[in-house]
């Protein structure tokens, strides 16, 4: 059974920063496409950044130059570096991993950016 595992969101003021993490109960060694998706009150869930399936990262217009997408196979954990956060990046924030032709989602972590 796949499980992942957010944390570490938060409340921040605008401009501040916050690392999310997503643990993996499985290997992630390979494992592609998976990435970090949010979802703000109102609104459809979107994509944030992405391991693609070659490997490389994609990221939403809106999160360029701000957040790193990383992950450590070692530790089965994948990263979001979020920095210069604003009131609009607001969501609950979910990862998400590929196997066996299934989509797994974990419960997801809330960011609020709020002064």
């Known amino acids: 059974q796949v499980q992942l595992v957010e944390s570490g969101g938060g409340l921040v003021r605008p401009g501040g920063s916050l690392r999310l993490s997503c643990a993996a109960s499985v290997s992630i060694f390979n494992v592609y496409p998976m990435g970090w998706y949010r979802q703000a009150p109102g609104k459809e869930r979107e994509l944030v950044a992405t391991?693609?399936?070659?490997?490389?990262?994609n990221y939403a217009d809106s999160v360029k130059g701000r957040f790193t997408i990383s992950r450590d196979t070692v530790k089965n954990t994948m990263y979001l570096q979020m920095n210069s956060l604003k009131p609009e990046d607001t969501a609950l924030y979910y990862c998400?991993?590929?196997?066996?032709?299934?989509?797994?989602w974990g419960q997801g972590t809330q960011v609020t950016v709020s002064s």
């Open positions: 391991f693609t399936t070659y490997g490389t990262t």
């Open positions: 998400n991993l590929p196997r066996d032709s299934t989509v797994y």
